[in-house]
């Protein structure tokens, strides 16, 4: 079971930390991702990371301004935030794809578990 937090309301320019904690049994052979989803637009990959955090792979536009990061040992994956802007608005959720499936992948369908997300809001 994953479950999302961090999200809240902030300014443009300013930051927030997302974090995904996982719960029930380890993912920390699994890699995991972030994607999130605007009203009335589909959900868009944002970031992934791989099993052991040594490769990631982000949208070209958060690339620069979003990290991504796990910590194996808390079984929770992070993504910090900075340069947040009003087009960042919308409802992030985390997910993790299946058992030996080690690497980062952009596509939805890669992933097999999802949290419930978390609602991030930038205001202009």
């Known amino acids: 079971q994953l479950q999302a937090s961090g999200g809240g309301s902030v300014q443009a320019g300013g930051s927030l930390r997302l974090s995904c904690a996982a719960s029930g049994r380890t993912f920390n052979k699994y890699a995991m991702g972030w994607f999130r989803q605007a009203p009335e637009k589909e959900r868009e990959f944002v970031a992934s990371?791989?099993?052991?955090?040594?490769?990631?792979y982000y949208a070209d536009s958060v690339k620069g301004r979003f990290t991504i990061s796990r910590d194996k040992a808390k079984n929770t994956m992070f993504l910090q935030m900075n340069s947040l802007k009003p087009d960042d608005t919308a409802v992030y959720y985390c997910a993790t794809r299946a058992s030996g499936r080690t690497e980062v992948a952009m596509r939805s369908y890669s992933y097999n578990a999802w949290g419930q997300g978390t609602q991030v809001t930038v205001s202009s």
């Open positions: 990371v791989s099993w052991d955090g040594t490769s990631t």
